[in-house]
Structure formats: C-alpha cells, structure tokens
C-alpha cells in the first residue's frame, strides 16, 4: 500500500493519535514540539498535560505576563469584586516594600483636598471674598441704631449687616460645595486607574489564551491534523491579543496621569493601588427618605433659604421705614414670591436628582449580578468550544471568536464594577454628604 506519508511522518500521525486520545490536544502540543524524539515527547507530554492547554478554571484566573511582555507602571494589590453584601480587601502586594507610595480610596481623597489646585483656588476667593465685604461694609454696618431715620438709612445697616453674614455664610457653602466637587473627582479618577489595571490584567490573560491557542494549532499542523489555516487564524487572534494589551498598557499610563494631575501631584509619580471596592448591597433607605435626607444637607437649599431671609428683611424695612405701597415696597415683595418660587424649583430639580442616582445605583447594582453571569457563561463556552476542537469538531477560528466573546464579557463585568462604584459616589454626593 502507498502512504502518502514518509514512513517517519506516519509514525508521527500514529503517535499522535494515540496521544490526542489519551490526554488530549495538550499532549499533541508537547508532543509536536519534539516530535524527532520519541522518547523526548513523551517525557514532555507526562510533565505538561495539565497545562499546555486550555482549561476550565483559565478564564478566570489572572495571568503573569511573559518576561518579553511589557509591565504597567501603577500596581494594584488585587482584591475580590464586590460580594452580595461584603467588601473585600487584601493585603498590599509586595511591590509596597520597593518604595511606591501606596493609595488607597481615602489617601486619593485626602490628598485631592490638600493638593488640588482649583480647591485652593477657591479657598483663596473665599478669604478675599470675605475680606471685600468687611472692607466695603465696615462703616455703615456700625451706624448706630439711633441716627437710623430713613429707609436708606436702614437698609445701609440692616441690609448691609445681613448681606456680610449671609455672604459669609454662602462662601462657606460655596467652599463645602467644591470639596464635595473636588473629592466626588478624586473617587472617580481613582476608580478609573483600577478599572484600567483590571483591563490590563484581562488583555493578559486574553493574550495567553491566544498563545496558547496558536501553539495548539502549529502542533496539530505538523502532525497532518489540521490546516494551514487555523495557524494562521490562530496568528491573527495572537495579534489582535497583543495591540489590545498595547492599548490597555496605553490607557494605564494616561488614567494614572489624570489621576496625578488631579491630585495635584507629581503626574509621574508610580502609585501602588490598593483596591477597595464599595458594597454590594441594597441601598437600605427608601426614595422618599433619600430626598428628605437631601433636602437638608445640600448647599443649594440653604442659599435659596437665605436669599428668602434677605428678601423678607428688606420687606420689614420698608414696612417699618416707609410704606408697603409704594414702589420699592411692592418690588420687595415681588422678590420675597420669587425666592419662594426659587425654594421650590430647587427642591424639584435636588429631587428629581437624587431621585436619578437612586435608580442609577440600584441598576448598577442588578448588572453586575447579570454580567457576572454573562461572564461565566461566555467562560464555559469558551471551554467547551476548545474541547470542541480537540475532537476536530471545531476551528480555530470558532475558538478565536469564543475567546473575543469572554474577553469582551470580562471587559462588561469590571465595566459594571466601575459603574457600581461610581453610581455609589454620586449617591452619596446627591444627599449632600
């Protein structure tokens, strides 16, 4: 009988074969590669068959990089993704030790309220705010109570005396509103580095599934098991893997810089991320709770309720001072019904705000559950797809797509991780904490 093999190529084939049944195409990988030592090949395939190919719990699990392969400059500590009710934090990696500066969710806090610069910009207008209306209002402010005949001259004082502490007041607010600004920022930065390290992690992990891919196919084509063109598929996939890790490695190094310059430090500066997550769990207030809770605490509340006093105040002066039926009299009460129509368009748009981030949060919650499982079943098929195509029922280019479909679920599920904690942050910045 004619072959269409040489005697030494079918005795490849045939032990190829063998193996692929035994222990599967992981086998025929090591086996491929030392295929001009029999002996070699074997000894190889016993010492690599649990992990020369893909397997369940692989999608799953984060990856080294190759030595060849690039290193992100900012580090996170990992940490498990936020539980039904629990959050979870670990150690710091041992990268802390070499002399990076760790940051954790309140040191980025802390430090955006020390070093950022448009904070201190505004704490700076607030002093001379302040120091201007002492300097304009000194002297009519201490007129005595009574030189006070006419209603300019009351309004000199009592007007004047109430717009300095209402002015006062407001800047106060108007600083308290700009740290809240400035620390919603900071969380928000923060949280876009660790998605851009957990991104990172992904593309490498998808990087090594491709790799290993390829070396499956090229070992299966130099036995006669599969084409030519599944290791050029496989090559393509390979490719694709690495400009998608070059551009995670890409986005790292920007996030970390907006991070910096956010912070108003060094934007160079190497941080160790220490990763903290917020929980997971059913917000515990109701709607109605939230906005009352609102209602009192925001800033924007209590200046339309001191621009109501001061209106109010001018009314009593002319009321005292003069007559309610005359023009200014009548202009002082039409500005009383404005601030009152002011009050309530405030309380409309902070309710209809808080009301916004309430259903954000609790749908940011509900889709980290659905990705999750999305994720995992994007993995399983993934994994069935690849013992598909050991038993020759499917391509590499199946196993390609299968692999892109768990790259990009991973990449949703740290999305929605992100969104979660961000919706968190808003949360709370819409009730005014």
């Known amino acids: 009988m004619n072959f269409p093999y040489s005697s030494k190529k079918w005795q490849k084939i045939s032990m190829a074969a063998v193996l692929t049944t035994v222990l599967g195409v992981g086998s025929l990988t090591a086996y491929a590669n030392n295929a001009d030592d029999a002996k070699a090949?074997?000894?190889e395939v016993e010492a690599s068959a649990e992990t020369a190919a893909p397997t369940e719990a692989a999608p799953e699990q984060a990856t080294e990089a190759k030595a060849d392969e690039p290193k992100a400059e900012a580090t996170v500590t990992e940490t498990k993704t936020p539980a039904a009710t629990e959050q979870k934090t670990t150690t710091p990696s041992a990268e802390a030790t070499t002399g990076i500066e760790q940051l954790t969710l309140e040191k980025a806090i802390q430090q955006a309220l020390e070093?950022?610069?448009t904070l201190e910009n505004t704490r700076l207008s607030v002093k001379n705010a302040d120091l201007n209306s002492m300097l304009s209002y000194k002297s009519p402010a201490e007129m005595p109570s009574e030189v006070i005949w006419s209603l300019d001259a009351a309004k000199a004082k009592y007007v004047t005396n109430a717009t300095i502490d209402m002015n006062r007041l407001l800047n106060s607010l108007q600083l308290k509103a700009t740290e809240s600004k400035i620390k919603l920022g900071a969380q928000q930065a923060y949280y876009d580095l660790i998605?851009?390290?957990n991104d990172l992690n992904l593309k490498k992990q998808s990087l090594t599934r491709a790799q290993t891919q390829l070396k499956v196919a090229k070992a299966a084509f130099e036995v006669g098991t599969k084409a030519k063109t599944d290791v050029l598929q496989a090559e393509m996939g390979l490719a694709g893997a690495q400009a998608a890790l070059t551009t995670a490695e890409n986005n790292l190094e920007i996030e970390r810089m907006e991070l910096n310059d956010f912070l108003g430090v060094d934007l160079d500066k190497k941080w160790n991320i220490v990763v903290a997550n917020k929980q997971a769990a059913p917000i515990t207030k109701t709607l109605q709770?939230?906005?009352t809770e609102a209602l009192e605490k925001r800033v924007e509340m209590t200046k339309v309720k001191e621009e109501l006093k001061l209106a109010e105040l001018n009314v009593k002066l002319v009321e005292e001072y003069?007559?309610?039926a005359t023009y200014q009299g009548r202009i002082a009460q039409n500005n009383v019904e404005t601030s009152k129509v002011a009050i309530e368009q405030q309380e409309r748009a902070i309710s209809k705000e808080v009301a916004q981030a309430y259903y954000n949060l609790n749908a940011a919650r509900q889709a980290i559950d659905f990705q999750k499982k999305a994720k995992d079943s994007a993995a399983e098929s993934y994994r069935l797809t690849n013992l598909r195509f050991e038993n020759g029922l499917a391509t590499t280019l199946e196993v390609i797509q299968a692999e892109e479909e768990l790259s990009d679920r991973e990449n949703q599920y740290q999305r929605a991780?992100?969104?979660?904690?961000?919706?968190?942050?808003?949360?709370?910045t819409a009730l005014g904490n």
Request: hydrophobic share 50%.
């Open 289 to 291: 709770q939230a906005q």
């Open 41 to 43: 090949a074997q000894t």
């Open 115 to 117: 070093t950022n610069a």
């Open 322 to 324: 003069s007559v309610l």
């Open 417 to 428: 991780i992100l969104t979660y904690n961000l919706a968190v942050v808003n949360f709370d």
């Open 195 to 197: 998605y851009a390290q």
